[in-house]
Nanobody, 128 residues
Framework: QVQLVESGGGSVQAGGSLRLSCAAS????????MGWFRQAPGKEREGVAA????????RYADSVKGRFTISRDSAANTVYLQMNSLKPEDTAMYYC?????????????????????WGHGTQVTVSS
């Protein structure tokens, strides 16, 4: 199995920055595609970013492009989400997720996807 543990959430003023971390363990072949999702109260879950861990290629939601950066430290089995220029609209529970997928499917889109391993989430609150 794959285990994911998020950290780094918190409260920040608008315009500030946070870095979320997702420590992964378990079968590497079941987590070659990893993503960050978020869900705000009353809203549907949305994909934020995805990374194909073998090559490092990425995909971002339009709403965060230019502000967020997903990256990975392969040696540490950790995926990061650097969030800059945070807005109140970014307030949500952020979840790390993993799945097995080829690169084309991993970064081909951020719509509903069958990520089958999930962390418990970390809260991000951005105050105006």
């Amino acid at each position: 199995q794959v285990q994911l543990v998020e950290s780094g959430g918190g409260s920040v003023q608008a315009g500030g920055s946070l870095r979320l971390s997702c420590a992964a363990s378990g079968d590497i072949y079941r987590r070659n595609c990893m993503g960050w999702f978020r869900q705000a109260p009353g809203k549907e879950r949305e994909g934020v970013a995805a990374i194909y861990t073998r090559g490092g290629t990425t995909r971002y939601a339009d709403s965060v492009k230019g502000r967020f950066t997903i990256s990975r430290d392969s040696a540490a089995n950790t995926v990061y989400l650097q969030m800059n220029s945070l807005k109140p609209e970014d307030t949500a529970m952020y979840y790390c997720a993993a799945r097995f997928a080829p690169e084309s499917r991993c970064i081909g889109g951020l719509g509903p996807a069958p990520y089958n391993y999930w962390g418990h989430g970390t809260q991000v609150t951005v105050s105006s």
